[in-house]
């Protein structure tokens, strides 16, 4: 059983950054690709980026688009956040989450990660609060 733990949340201003990370305890065999996802209150959760396993794909949401990067970590089976000119609808609970064995990239990509279903693994969240 794959788990993830996510770090690098807290509180910043409107304008600063934060880089969140996260690493996975085991091989994600069959995965083509990891994602972050967010959910404030009150609101359904929400795909901000996907990365696909060698790193050459790239999705983001259009809120997102210039602001945020997300990339390969150093380590296997991890993956970053680089969130800059945070705004306070940025204002959520940030998952990692890992594709699901065996579904391409371009299929989640055309889903425009919504729903979640082309995401089989998930971690516990980190909190990012933006004033």
């Known amino acids: 059983h794959v788990q993830l733990v996510e770090s690098g949340g807290g509180s910043v201003q409107a304008g600063g950054s934060l880089t969140l990370s996260c690493t996975a305890s085991?091989?994600?065999?069959?995965?083509?690709?990891m994602g972050w996802f967010r959910q404030a209150p009150g609101k359904e959760r929400e795909g901000v980026a996907a990365i696909s396993s060698g790193g050459h794909n790239t999705y983001y949401v259009d809120s997102v688009k210039g602001r945020f990067t997300i990339s390969l970590g150093n380590a296997a089976n991890s993956v970053t956040l680089q969130m800059n000119s945070l705004r306070p609808e940025d204002t959520a609970m940030y998952y990692c989450a890992v594709g699901r064995a065996g579904n391409p990239w371009n299929t989640m990509q055309a889903h425009a990660m919504a729903g979640c279903r082309d995401f089989e693994y998930w971690g516990q969240g980190t909190q990012v609060t933006v004033s």
């Open positions: 085991a091989y994600t065999h069959g995965s083509n690709y």
